[in-house]
């Protein structure tokens, strides 16, 4: 969607038209999907990140300044739920002592299973897999680099970090995911 | 965790990782999603804008805020109160050149009642006596003579009516100036150019 589309929409939520912000839901609500999917490992928790970015991204409309896209200021929103979400989670395994914490055993439940070849499949799972050991903050930066296409300046706003801080926290996820993929050390999940 | 020094093999190396990344599939949202997220948040109250946001916005473009109308509102009575007061009690206004170097005059204004003080000002720090003359007075040069200040200003309230006033500056008791900053001027078919009043 346009970003002079979705201002005008804004405007028209702000002006009295909440209706205008179903098409905005529309529109990012796979992209947000795609982003919590793997922000959370999984399937189980991404949907409720998108209900509550988006809810969060409503109730806050109005000190949405336009300075940045609308659909990075949504990611922003969207990464910072991911980290409550992630405390949540990290807490409930602290009181109930999950079956599993491996992010690869959880991913492996979660794969879809079209995908071209079995080669594929496993390099696909491999990079999930991996991508589940880096710690969130490192994830967060990866993921909008490079799923979500954010600038690198953009990545810095949304993360609230200086812009060489988000050039070093993917340059340093990149390195974690490389020495992961290639069997080496990784890091652990936070 | 080790952060190891990045290398230029190294480097290829993270481009590869970063576009492995990048080409991984896209998770698809389970059916229904988005209408559900949209009819949640239809149970919530509309958006508004922040107030700085409004205030803002409404100047630009106003729509129906009372609270800024209102604002607006009692701006604009300060405004003219302020103007009213600093009229009556000592309003002077700067004028424009003329034979005897600068000259000032107020912008005469009237309080409410029958009879409306207005304060005369004229900036000659060169003349000896300087009077207003005008149709309050017959214009008799002797009637209101005017004070001079230390800065050269002459000044002299008087009391005026409601209605339609002429008047002039008497300078040294043999040059008439008009009023610079007069509204209206009228031509009294005697050379001299009246400064109008009206109250």
């Given at each position: 969607m346009e970003e002079r589309v979705v201002t005008a929409l804004l405007d028209r939520v702000l002006d009295g038209?909440?209706?205008?912000f179903t098409p905005i839901v529309d529109a990012y609500t796979p992209a947000l999907y795609n982003l919590a999917f793997k922000m959370m490992g999984g399937p189980s928790e991404a949907s409720d990140v998108v209900q509550e970015t988006f809810f969060r991204a409503y109730r806050d409309?109005?000190?949405?300044?336009?300075?940045?896209?609308f659909y990075s200021w949504l990611c922003g929103i969207a990464v910072n739920v991911c980290y409550d979400a992630g405390k949540r989670r990290r807490r409930a395994w602290e009181r109930?002592?999950?079956?599993?914490?491996?992010a690869e055993a959880m991913m492996a439940s979660d794969?879809?299973?079209?995908?071209?070849?079995l080669m594929a499949a496993q390099d696909e799972a491999q990079v999930r897999g991996c991508l589940g050991r880096v710690p969130s903050t490192l994830r967060a930066a990866l993921l909008l680099r490079y799923?979500?296409?954010?600038?690198l300046q953009e990545v810095a706003d949304q993360l609230r970090i200086g812009l060489s801080a988000a050039k070093m926290r993917i340059q340093r996820g990149l390195t974690l995911l490389r020495d992961c993929m290639a069997g080496g050390e990784s890091g652990e999940a936070t | 965790m080790r952060l190891k020094e990045p290398s230029e093999s190294e480097d290829a190396g993270l481009r590869a990782v970063g576009e492995a990344l990048r080409n991984l599939r896209q998770d698809l949202p389970p059916e229904g999603l988005a209408s559900t997220v949209a009819s949640e948040l239809a149970k919530l109250p509309p958006p508004r804008r922040s107030t700085w946001r409004r205030l803002w916005a409404n100047p630009q473009q106003p729509r129906t805020v009372w609270a800024y109308r209102v604002a607006i509102l009692v701006v604009l009575l300060g405004i003219l109160g302020g103007i009213w007061r600093h009229a009556g009690q000592h309003a002077v206004a700067p004028g424009a050149a003329g034979s005897m170097n600068a000259k000032m005059v107020s912008r005469p204004q009237a309080a409410l009642g029958p009879l409306a003080p207005v304060t005369f000002v004229f900036y000659a720090p060169k003349a000896k006596s300087v009077s207003l003359v005008g149709t309050f007075n017959d214009?008799?040069?002797?009637?209101t003579p005017m004070n001079r200040g230390k800065d050269g200003t002459w000044s002299i309230q008087v009391s005026l009516p409601q209605g339609r006033h002429e008047y002039l500056f008497l300078v040294d008791g043999s040059r008439y100036e008009s009023d610079p900053n007069a509204l209206e001027l009228r031509q009294d078919g005697m050379g001299n150019e009246n400064a109008v009043l009206r109250l």
């Open positions: 038209e909440p209706d205008r409309l109005g000190k949405f300044d336009g300075r940045t896209r109930e002592r999950p079956l599993s914490d491996d794969q879809p299973t079209a995908v071209d070849t799923q979500e296409d954010l600038s | 214009w008799n040069p002797e009637k």
